[in-house]
């Protein structure tokens, strides 16, 4: 720093220090070049330095992520084809046991409808023997059964005729004579024991022990199949 100083009126030149080093204050010709190409150089230097670290970096990130998200789907790969192959070996291994099982089925099936038939067919027998006992005692119940039947038929009845079996005419004749005299009972080789019908003027009705019993016997095999259907 250069400083004037006045003193007494008398004036004092500024005076200068000489640079400590001279050579500092006159770069050499070749030196900027070379100053040039260093800063270039280090540029260079640091630039491939920092493209091989973060080259280092991305591949390393790069692995990791790429050896994450291939770990994640080779075991999801690895689980899928496991349970494939599981449930290939448990059907294969579970085929006969299927089978029996469909075999099984089928015959408590066929079982239970034979059960069911066979005990139709005996409820059927043991009913029409009881008929056959209660008509053999008593075959004057046929002729209630057609005063039911005339009381829900239509329009005038004019002359009635009570169709039966020619055995069972001759019975009630024998046994309720007074009863058959109110009645025109018609003998018909065609009707069987327990057999009946009532003709009027407009109407036929079918009253025998048969027809009732097959109702019956319809009845009890739909409450039959209902209630294997609910096992």
Same mark, same amino acid.
């Given at each position: ?95 006969? %046991? ?9 015959? %408590? ?25 209660? %008509? ?96």
């Amino acid at each position: 720093m250069v400083k004037v100083i006045a003193e007494g009126g008398s004036n004092w030149r500024p005076y200068r220090f000489p640079p400590r080093c001279r050579e500092a204050l006159t770069p050499v010709a070749g030196d900027a070049a070379s100053v040039q190409r260093a800063m270039a150089d280090g540029f260079q230097q640091g630039n491939e330095r920092g493209y091989q670290e973060g080259l280092q970096q991305g591949r390393e990130a790069g692995f990791q992520d790429g050896y994450e998200a291939g770990r994640q789907e080779g075991a999801r790969l690895g689980r899928e084809e496991g349970r494939i192959q599981g449930q290939q070996v448990f059907e294969a291994a579970s085929a006969p %046991l299927e089978r029996i099982v469909e075999q099984v089925g089928a015959f %408590l099936a066929e079982y239970e409808n034979r059960r069911r038939t066979e005990l139709l067919e005996l409820v059927q027998k043991v009913a029409k023997q009881v008929i056959r006992c209660e %008509l053999t005692l008593s075959p004057a119940q046929l002729l209630t059964l057609a005063d039911e039947a005339l009381a829900g038929m239509p329009g005038d009845l004019g002359e009635v005729r009570v169709l039966l079996n020619p055995e069972e005419c001759a019975r009630i004749r024998e046994i309720a004579p007074e009863r058959a005299a109110r009645w025109r009972l018609v003998p018909d080789e065609r009707l069987a024991l327990g057999e009946c019908r009532v003709i009027t003027a407009q109407a036929e009705a079918d009253i025998g022990c048969q027809q009732r019993l097959d109702a019956c016997m319809e009845t009890l095999a739909e409450h039959l199949e209902l209630a294997g259907n609910d096992q």
